[in-house]
């Protein structure tokens, strides 16, 4: 019985207990909540409905909890239910009730976990969308981990997921780019306002390379020829750094294409005609306060140029154009005030602000023997994605990256990451994959697998049912963890997996050893394994690590 299960049924039970007294049942939860109580000898789960709709029906919580005590005594699956405290309800559930959760791991197989709560949902996810000026740097890394492991949660709840990449190739940073690698293929210092790293120095000798005679062209044929080729270069560099770290997209979207297309143009038009727009001081400003902004934005400049949210404003029509009924942007920490200015923009194009999310990240540091590293061999003063990884593998970055809410600020330890011992998160991990992963080798040594039919009702010491019920929750982890779009959920789920599995095999023998020949319980404990590592490979794949077989 899984939690989600139980919750059903504790649900049910409620609803015949108030008609039972003609009282009204419509004032329960549509889900109930079911908790696995600190102390185990409180029982397997617990819930608090008695306190949560008691005065609504007119009774004492422990009068309807004692009630409900009753009621499920007698439930298939259910050994025991007791009241404790203020109306409190423990519940013990039945050996062959909760095992029975093995099997269905087993025969869900990597679809165990998933579920449809959001199906239906048509989402465009963008996130990394870093400047094609430079290698993806620390920040825009966290995101390619984070946002590939939330696309992942959100399909794995039925979402049609849509990973999107910005591309910004057009506007003033992309000028200062320009002008940094053709000061840099001349043998000149970097503008004051320019890039500066190796990376540019390589660039613009690619640009030479295709184009010998490009020093030598006219000014705007010269700066059109690195502008193309180098954006160019440096963008293919940036989509191979994604692709080896393991995130790859569906659709890179160009900014200059919305003003190529005159859909800028357009939009601006329509704001005009419908008042959305104002003229003040020789600019075109959106009504953005109107909508919960702190004030007011620029949408054309009083020299006549679009301001950076005139092109928000046609990319979010062009998204709904295209069906998306979510947009979630995933922006940096320098982008809070985007939040309230997005949302803006879609009421003002008479959409719903709700269609759009802004998700925030704080930013990451690198400590290494309890320093700041600051320095990258490539890009100068921004440590890359190609630093991270070559310091401690795709993985092991990508886990951690993952692993903290992105409204924390994140120091990365790369000494610790390096370590391959317990204190090292991903290492715990994958390790219990790969411990689980040797058992099953060791059994088909000796002619021995899980099995379907397994008597798992004989799994009753308790660290098996504690395996079992963490085992039960993983349904419920990836469900929250794609409503709160926050994949940190699965990966300090995992560990907690992992933990009672090493837990579990610590004080109970699997494996037969000597003479001794295998019994029902074995084939109950090698199931109980063989459910523990498909969920830990599950939540592995959620996160884009991998589930080694062998450390």
Known sequence: MTPAALADLVRTSAVTVLAARGLDHTVLPETVTIERPRNPEHGDYATNLALQVAKKVGLAPRELAEALAAELAGAEGVAGAEVAGPGFLNLRLA????????RQVLAAGRRYGTGDALAGRKVNLEFVSANPTGPVHLG???????????????????????REYYFNDAGAQIDRFVDSLIAAAKGEPAPEDGYAGTYISDIAAEVIRAEPSALSLPEDERHEVFRRLGIEQMFDEIKKS???????????????????????????EQLKESG???????????RSTEH????????IKTDGVPAYIAGDIAYLRNKRDRGFDLCIYMLGADHHGYIARLKAAAAAIGDDPDVVEVLI??????????????????????????DLVEAVGVDAARYELTRYSVDSTLDVDLDLLRKHTNENPVFYV??????????????????????????????THPREGDLIRTIGEFPTVLRRAAELR??????????????????????????????EEATPLTYARLTLCEAARQVLANGLALLGVSAPERM
């Open 95 to 102: 050996a062959d009730a909760q095992g029975e959760l093995v």
């Open 140 to 162: 825009g890394t966290r995101w390619a981990a984070v946002g590939d492991a939330l696309g992942r949660v959100l399909a794995a709840q039925g979402a049609e997921v849509t």
């Open 242 to 268: 994604l692709h080896e770290f393991g995130t790859d997209f569906d659709v890179f979207f160009q900014e200059d294409s919305l003003h190529a297309s005159g859909a800028v143009e357009r939009e601006v």
């Open 276 to 286: 959305s727009l104002y003229l003040a001081d020789g600019a075109w400003w959106l």
């Open 292 to 299: 919960g902004d702190d004030k007011d934005r620029v949408v």
């Open 361 to 386: 990240g704080q930013m990451v540091n690198l400590v290494s023997d309890g320093k700041p590293v600051r320095m990258s061999k490539r890009a100068g003063t921004v440590i890359t994605i190609e």
């Open 430 to 459: 994958q390790y219990a994959h790969a411990r689980l992963a040797s058992l099953q080798r060791n059994a088909a040594e000796l002619g021995l697998s899980s099995a379907a039919d397994a008597d798992v009702s004989l799994l």
């Open 486 to 515: 926050e994949p940190h959920r699965v990966a300090r789920y995992l560990e907690a997996l992992a933990s009672a599995y090493h837990k579990f095999y610590d004080v109970a023998r699997v494996l037969p050893q000597g003479d």
